[in-house]
């Protein structure tokens, strides 16, 4: 079975703080996919981005960047300066194999404030 | 804007009621999915069609009844629901039937579901 664990239910900075949201998988399989959805207050989840197992490359996009590290089942996700509209919860997900059913982590509720 | 589109945005019905969620996507996606999201939890997916069949069920109740009448088409048909079935009901889609090749689940923004 897969799991994943988001172990801060709750974090609160101030604008321009940086700050890194955790996120531990377990699988067996050797074959996976790990995602990082974004849900604000209005209630779709928005997508971040996804990484295979493959692919231990960490990524940057602007401000966000993601650090992927097999050793550790990690798949850590950082916002550098981070604003107000960043607010929001954010999902950590996995899927193995060629499936199609994601397995979420618990999600981290993110307050930004001025 | 979310490109995945679900009505009605907020629902109340009784436990005798019977009503209907519909969702909606153009994006040609041959997949699409029905979640439920309780507060302060993540979505639980419960139903998955591929090229408009039900390929996964997730051991949901009867009282909930997903139809795909075509390819850009999804209704979660409700009856005799339950207080607890109070939730968000989250529609999706995805290009392609695996997280392999399809690469992102659109969510729609959901219907907000309360029973009374």
């Known amino acids: 079975a897969q799991k994943v664990t988001q172990a801060q239910t709750e974090i609160s900075v101030v604008e321009k703080e940086d700050v890194t949201l955790d996120c531990v998988y377990e699988?067996?399989?050797?074959?996976?996919?790990l995602f990082w959805y974004k849900q604000p207050p209005s209630g779709e989840l928005v997508f971040l981005i996804r990484r295979n197992s493959f692919d231990e490359q960490n990524e940057i996009s602007g401000r966000y960047s993601w650090n992927f590290q097999k050793s550790t089942s990690s798949f850590n996700f950082t916002i550098t300066a981070s604003q107000v509209v960043d607010s929001a919860v954010y999902f950590c997900a996995l899927t193995v194999g060629g499936g199609n059913k994601l397995t979420f982590g618990t999600g981290t509720q993110l307050k930004v404030e001025l | 804007d979310t490109e995945v589109t679900q009505t009605p945005k907020h629902l109340v019905m009784g436990m005798t009621n019977k009503k209907s969620l519909k969702c909606e996507q153009h994006m040609g996606h041959r997949a699409m999915y029905w979640y439920k999201q309780k507060a302060k939890k993540p979505p639980e997916l419960m139903f998955v069609y591929s090229y408009e069949k039900l390929s996964i069920n997730e051991s949901v109740p009867s009282r909930f009844s997903p139809e795909c009448p075509n390819s850009s088409l999804l209704n979660l048909h409700l009856h005799a629901l339950q207080p607890e079935d109070s939730a968000l009901y989250l529609c999706?889609?995805?290009?392609?039937?695996?997280?392999?090749?399809?690469?992102?689940?659109?969510f729609g923004e959901g219907s907000r579901l309360t029973v009374l």
């Open positions: 699988t067996r399989d050797t074959t996976y996919y």
């Open positions: 999706a889609s995805s290009q392609g039937t695996s997280m392999a090749n399809t690469g992102e689940l659109f």
